[in-house]
């Protein structure tokens, strides 16, 4: 059917077109005098065509445009989440899938996205009341209620306007907002608190000796280098949503040659879309490697997989050499990037104040990536989390838009800085690399049939000056060790996937949704404040919006669960009800009909006016979230993700508060890889512990599930759920 109007559309085009360049180019030519006609060195029928040409193709221009003048209309619809079976939807469908080019480029979309929505001030503030209640007391409740009538009728409505006004005048209104106040804004330290990091391959080895370190990340920063020139040059393909509906893909400049720069009061994002070298750590020695060369055609081109092993074991043995000295004459600055921002800001005005010092720090925040070569030797996938997420202090420069990290087994991961974008932009970097990684026998990197180079740039190790930051440097590294020892990180498999949530009839992420409430109800007795993301990136420059799963249905079932008095089909009525809210709040989220993201911009406009409302100061509006979630996909490109033969266990983040938990999960048919965080320094809370309730919290669930289902069979006289 697809096919069929795409040649409906071309033969009303055509047709359109013909009779048009007949109509016109008879008409233009009797417009020329018949002298004019007589002198010129053609004939009639020559100027016909000349004519035709020339109305022709702006015919097929008009053709076109109008063409993505629909697709962008068409994408302004939004019901197909909620109704994807009406008969509105697969007309929207059909229509949409038969306009689209099937060969898209990265930004082809971008123009034509629509923009995020500004929602109305009394919707906000309903659905607001709704998503708090069940947190608070009765009490606490109504003591909210007052202020925010109050702030719905007096302060509302003019912080509204300013966000009018943006909505008006930006691209999306929220986009700026959120780098700068929710990231840039931080003066907090970024690794564990904000940055993000992400595993290897589920099934991996960690004492297999042909995992070979250097030529796996010869083979990665090789992938990364070719996926950079895709993003700069605009040839990567856009992502799509069931091949037909495109998201915004606007972060993508930022996953590469892109640092976080610290500032007293604000960092600033910067971004250097010239660079064409790397920065390696190895053994708290720094280095730039150049990776491109002229090659034997006289082409400026990436250095070959083969090409970058060589330059790395170079860099290998001259780091074992330098290993020698003391560690004062080998220490490196990347533990500034651990700290406070106003004090690590501080100290790089210093820093830049020395030639030597300013010299190496330019070449650390242009490069493309940075790589570390570790000197550890992970044994799970949990110590990996652990070492992506934290390293030793001198490995990392946490204000990198990515740091790539291969261990002396082969182990491999990254660390992300936040501010540049979210994890599947990575993720599908990561998915690239890895699938077109190549070995020979021996286990090295190969040249993969691509022109090598006549002269290949040597790593230059980095130098720096640092005797007047030796007690910054100690004092930084003690408060580091302290942060990255009170992490307590695992990755945990929980022993079913959606394949058999979707046979119990619901939704597998809402299913763990509850799952995580139930968890947490039976080890902590109360109900948490929870954050789910959810992406936003089907409208223009838009990111993440907050998915709210806690509901009064979700408490309903968390509390009654455990009860003997509580009948399994009240038990079961209250968890599909609780699915039900937690999958239409996914949708709103989606399609920016949630509250967090406008509240938030509601506080900045008053910030910045000069007078925060009363409703901020309250608890349910600052307080963090007890429990921090996100679900992600486990393959990304609609091409690559279909054949790899990589199983990617995903990534993780810590928790927002002391006493909380962050949880990472991936679903795929047959299991869910969770990667769990917490702080050992609570008493109350524990990773493994939580690993351990949430497996028993989805198989309890699938027990109630299944029960129900027998039930339902018996009395239709049909046969039990196997």
Known sequence: MA?????????????????????????????????????????ENYCLIIVAFIVGTAGFGIAEWLRWEIIRKLLTYRDWLYNHRSWKTKAWGFLLSSLVPKKNMLYSFQDYL???????????????????????????????????????????PKLQKILEQRYETEENWMSELWDKYVYLAGRGPLPVHSNFSCNGEKNFNHNDPTNKQVPSAANIMFGFMEYSQ?????????????????????????????????????????????????????????????????????????????????????????????????????????????TTRPRWAQIRKELLKNKINAESLE?????????????????SQSEEFKTYLTGNGFDRWFDKSMTFVTEENGAMGYNVEHTSAEATLSGRMWEYGLYHAQYDSSGNATHRNIPQHTVIPVPQRLQWELNDFEDDIADMKSDWDKLADDVDAIVYFVDKGKGFIKKLRVSPDGYMQMALQLTFYRLHKKTPKTYETAATRLFKNARTE????????????????????????????HLKKAIIHQTQYKFDAMNGRAVDRHLLGLY????????????????????????????????????????????????????QRQDGYGVAYFMDDVSVSCLITSFKSCPDTGSQKFAAGLQQAVDDIKILLESSLNEKNVSNGKPKHP
Do not use: W
Not at 12 to 39: D, H, Q, R
Not at 323 to 336: C, G
Not at 547 to 566: G, L, M, Q, Y
Not at 609 to 635: C, H, I, N
């Open 3 to 43: 096919g069929m109007s795409k040649y409906l559309f071309a033969g009303i085009t055509g047709a359109t077109v013909a009779a048009v360049v007949g109509i016109f180019s008879s008409s233009l030519l009797c417009c020329v005098p018949k002298n004019v006609v007589e002198v010129l060195p053609i004939d």
């Open 114 to 156: 629509p923009k995020y929505p500004l929602p109305k001030l009394e919707d906000t503030c309903e659905r607001t009341l709704k998503m708090i209640k069940p947190l608070l007391t009765d009490e606490e409740y109504l003591s909210v209620v007052k202020v925010l009538r109050d702030f719905q009728k007096n302060e509302g």
């Open 230 to 338: 895709k993003i700069k040059d605009g040839n990567l393909s856009n992502m799509m949503i069931q091949n037909m509906v495109p998201i915004s893909c606007d972060r993508y400049k930022y996953i590469c040659s892109t640092t976080r720069i610290p500032g007293e009061a604000i960092d600033e994002l910067k971004t250097y879309p010239d660079s064409r070298h790397i920065v390696v750590f190895r053994k708290k020695s720094m280095y730039r490697l150049d990776l491109f060369a002229t090659d034997v055609n006289g082409k400026e081109t990436i250095l070959t997989p083969r090409e970058i092993q060589t330059q790395l074991e170079l860099l290998m043995k001259d780091a074992k050499d330098v290993e020698t000295k003391s560690d004062k004459d080998i220490l490196n600055p990347s533990i500034f990037t651990s």
């Open 363 to 379: 070449v650390v925040e242009s490069a493309v990536v940075c790589l570390a070569l570790g000197d550890g030797r992970p044994q």
């Open 546 to 573: 907050t998915i709210r799963p806690v509901s009064e249905h979700s408490v309903a079932f968390t509390k009654a669960f455990d009860d003997p008095n509580v009948s399994v089909a009240k038990k079961v009525d």
């Open 604 to 655: 900045i406009a008053g910030k910045l006016s000069g007078s925060v409302p009363k409703l901020f100061t309250m608890r349910p509006f600052y307080e963090a979230d007890e429990l921090s979630t996100s679900q992600s996909p486990l393959r990304y490109d609609s091409v690559i993700g279909k054949i790899t033969p990589y199983d990617p266990v995903g990534g993780g983040f810590g928790p």
